[in-house]
């Protein structure tokens, strides 16, 4: 019949290709635009990515140069006015409601697309068919919906058509840099949600993403799961994506007991790593420990220590920097290892471009540390000792 169209689908069969058309343009989006085009952080077939522009094309009405620029500029203005889409600019509400509208805004400015639009397609079909008639493709994909599953079609079209808008503009660009857990204290405020990976295709490990943006894998522990990366690895067994990239691996060497030049390279690569390991062995024990001490009058104050004492300083409120100067008043040792972890991040700040400032910048922490007096802290110092960037094999 005309009205279920050419496959006659079940309710269920709709819902299910429904699904399976949505996840397309995930994968389009977060392999080809994201971790491709945006960050180069894979190689992709050329038939492959021909392929997903012109599902793009079809579904999104989205330009390839567009998004790209887009997107780094995010990544190089993030959280600052310039920022397209920040929630921490522009109000959370307001790009969970206008993700759509802030980035068709943004793909105005010319000067946007020159700067970050880089090394995008310039081919004839981009000239005379995507970029020229790019309303064309999601009114084809609207009759192939209403062919393919009848009048029920144009609820598919319409799904399709809110699907990126909600999920990515909205999702990601919103609640990714508002609310969630976050691994790595990057300096912006990206965060990673779950358990949206399906889909999302692994865009909700925002934060991850954030602290390694050139990864072309988004989920580093063990739990997380990038659904991208899953589509990555397919596509490689067959040849057709190489990665380029993914975040560093920390090595660590129990037998290794001097800093020296390849421990502070290792630390430097490393560096976010390395502080989500200080708030974990560091921060998170002594807090602790300073709770059960605390007199009952002044213990509240300590709830949210573990969380204020890890956070990026240039994302501190003026309420939680005020929080934070009570919580040193009542403890000394909170104290020192704070200005110890801030005294951290600081070496490579200042440090990164000339090896042997950094490697005797490093060897003071370490000295310092090791005569705070505070357990934890000489243990992490010996911890950084043990980095290296060859694996254990390479000193047997």
Avoid at 13 to 28: D, E, F, G, M, P
Avoid at 169 to 197: K, M, Q, S
Avoid at 334 to 342: F, H, P
């Amino acid at each position: 019949m005309w009205y279920t169209g050419i496959l006659e689908l079940s309710a269920w069969q709709v819902v299910a290709a429904t699904l399976i058309l949505t996840h397309v343009t995930i994968v389009a989006v977060t392999v080809y635009l994201h971790r491709y085009s945006a960050h180069r952080s894979l190689e992709l077939n050329a038939v492959l990515k021909h392929f997903f522009r012109f599902w793009l094309w079809l579904t999104t009405a989205m330009n390839t140069r567009e998004w790209t620029a887009i997107h780094r500029k995010h990544h190089a203005k993030c959280e600052t006015p310039d920022d397209p889409h920040s929630p921490v600019q522009k109000g959370l509400g307001t790009v969970l409601r206008r993700g759509a509208e802030l980035y068709m805004e943004e793909a105005k400015n010319e000067e946007t697309l020159r700067v970050y639009g880089k090394n995008c397609p310039d081919d004839w079909v981009e000239r005379n068919l995507y970029s020229r008639y790019p309303n064309l493709g999601i009114v084809l994909m609207l009759g192939l919906d209403l062919a393919l599953f009848g009048v029920i079609g144009l609820t598919v079209w319409a799904v399709q058509m809110i699907w990126i808008p909600v999920w990515a503009a909205g999702v990601v660009n919103g609640l990714g840099h508002a609310v969630g857990y976050r691994n790595f204290e990057c300096r912006d405020a990206a965060t990673n949600l779950v358990p949206w990976g399906i889909l999302i295709g692994g865009e909700e490990l925002h934060n991850n993403h954030h602290t390694y943006p050139n990864s072309a894998k988004l989920s580093v522990r063990k739990w997380e799961f990038d659904m991208g990366w899953a589509w990555i690895k397919l596509f490689s067994l067959f040849g057709l994506a190489k990665v380029n990239r993914t975040a560093p691996i920390a090595h660590r060497v129990k037998a290794k007991h001097q800093l020296d030049m390849d421990s502070a390279m290792a630390i430097l690569n490393n560096r976010f790593q390395i502080m989500a390991q200080y708030r974990k062995l560091v921060i998170k024990p002594l807090v602790q420990l300073e709770l059960q001490r605390a007199d009952a009058s002044v213990r509240h104050q300590f709830r949210r220590a573990k969380r204020l004492l890890s956070r990026e300083p240039s994302l501190l409120q003026d309420d939680q920097q005020a929080h934070i100067e009570v919580i040193l008043e009542q403890s000394q040792s909170l104290r020192v290892i704070y200005e110890q972890r801030l005294a951290l991040q600081q070496i490579w700040t200042r440090t990164s471009a000339n090896g042997h400032d950094m490697l005797a910048a490093m060897k003071q922490w370490v000295h310092d540390a090791e005569a705070s007096g505070i357990q934890s802290l000489r243990e992490f110092a010996e911890h950084l000792r043990t980095y290296s960037l060859r694996p254990a094999v390479a000193h047997a």
